[in-house]
C-alpha cells in the first residue's frame, strides 16, 4: 500500500514569492531579494543542524591517530578585544590593509604615516592608522605611532584570520596553530577545520613567493600524507602568479614523490588543484572567493 508524502511545513517560508521569469537578466525585485536572503539563511541553519550530527573535529582527528597537543598560541596575536573582533575581522578582507598591518609590525615601536604608505594611497593609509589607533592596537605620540604590544609577524594573526573565516563564512570548526606530537612528520598545522564530515588542512603563507623554498612544499604534502584530510589547500597571502613560481615547485616536488607524477591544472585565474584533492591558491579576487571556489569544486567533484 503506497502512502502519499505530506509537503514539508515551514512557517518561515516567506508567502507570495512570484517564480522568477525565464530569460530575464533585470535587477531583481524587492521579492526576489527577499528570497535570496531566507535561502541563504536555510543553508545556514541547515549546515549548522546538519554539523550537530557530524563527528567532532576532536573526533575526526581522533580516527586518524592524532591529538591536538598544543593550538592557538597568543604571543604574537594582534588582535582587538570581543567587542571589536568583527569589524577587524572586516578590516582584514582587504589586502592592502593586510599588507599595511605588515609593514606596521615591521615598524612596531615607531612608525609614521609615511612608512606605512606602501601598499595604498595616504589617505587609505590614515584611515587605517586612525582605526588600529580607535580599536586599541596602537597609540599615537607626538612623531608618530607605536603598537602596544610587541609581535614577531603577521603569521599568527593571518592564521587566526583564516581560521575565523572557515567559521564565520563556511559555518566549519576550526582551529590554528596546531601541533601535534607526531614522530616522522613535525611543525605546525596551521589551520584545520571541520565541514560537516570532511577535515579541511590549510597551510597559510604571508610570504611572497620569490620566500618559498622547495622544503616547504615538501613539508606541507608530507603533513597532508600524514593528516589524510579529505581536502587541503596551500594559500599564499599575495596577488602574484602562482605558476611561475609555485606550482613548478609542486610539480617537481610530486615527480619525486610518485612515478606517473599528478597533474597540477588550473581550476582558474591563478587558482590550481591536484586530483580533486590538494589546492594551490592566492589572494587575487579575494581569499573568500577563493575559498568558495575551492568548497564548490570539493563538493561538486
Not at 54 to 73: D, H, I, N, Q, S
Amino acid at each position: 500500500m503506497s502512502r502519499t508524502r505530506r509537503p514539508l511545513k515551514s512557517s518561515a517560508i516567506p508567502p507570495n514569492i512570484p517564480p522568477p521569469a525565464k530569460g530575464n537578466n533585470r535587477v531583481p525585485d524587492e521579492a526576489s531579494l527577499d528570497e535570496l536572503i531566507f535561502l541563504r539563511k536555510e543553508v545556514r541553519r541547515l549546515r549548522k543542524a546538519l554539523s550537530r550530527c557530524a563527528p567532532t573535529l576532536e573526533m575526526l582527528l581522533r580516527r586518524r591517530g592524532f591529538t591536538v597537543y598544543k593550538k592557538e598560541p597568543a604571543e604574537d596575536l594582534l588582535i582587538p578585544g570581543k567587542k571589536l573582533l568583527a569589524d577587524y575581522y572586516r578590516q582584514l578582507h582587504k589586502y592592502s590593509f593586510r599588507l599595511f598591518l605588515r609593514d606596521v609590525i615591521k615598524h612596531q615601536e615607531h612608525f609614521t604615516l609615511q612608512q606605512a604608505t606602501r601598499y595604498a594611497t595616504p589617505r587609505v593609509t590614515a584611515k587605517y592608522l586612525r582605526f588600529i589607533t580607535m580599536i586599541g592596537l596602537a597609540r599615537e605620540g607626538k612623531e608618530g605611532y607605536r603598537l602596544v604590544r610587541r609581535v614577531r609577524s603577521f603569521g599568527e594573526t593571518l592564521e587566526w584570520y583564516i581560521a575565523e573565516l572557515c567559521r564565520r563564512e563556511f559555518g566549519a570548526e576550526a582551529v590554528w596553530g596546531v601541533k601535534f606530537k607526531r614522530p616522522k612528520v613535525g611543525g605546525d598545522y596551521d589551520v584545520i577545520a571541520r565541514l560537516d564530515s570532511s577535515l579541511l588542512y590549510i597551510e597559510v603563507k604571508s610570504s611572497p613567493p620569490k620566500q618559498i623554498y622547495a622544503r616547504e612544499i615538501a613539508a606541507f604534502l608530507e603533513r597532508v600524507n600524514d593528516l589524510m584530510p579529505e581536502m587541503a589547500v596551500f594559500l599564499m597571502d599575495t596577488e602574484l602568479r602562482m605558476k611561475d613560481k609555485i606550482v613548478p615547485m609542486f610539480e617537481e616536488e610530486l615527480a619525486k614523490r610518485y612515478t606517473e607524477r599528478p597533474e597540477v591544472s588550473r581550476m582558474e585565474k591563478e587558482l590550481f588543484q591536484i586530483n580533486g584533492r590538494i589546492y594551490i591558491i592566492n589572494a587575487k579576487d579575494s581569499i573568500i572567493r577563493n575559498m568558495e571556489a575551492v568548497m564548490s569544486r570539493y563538493f561538486r567533484r
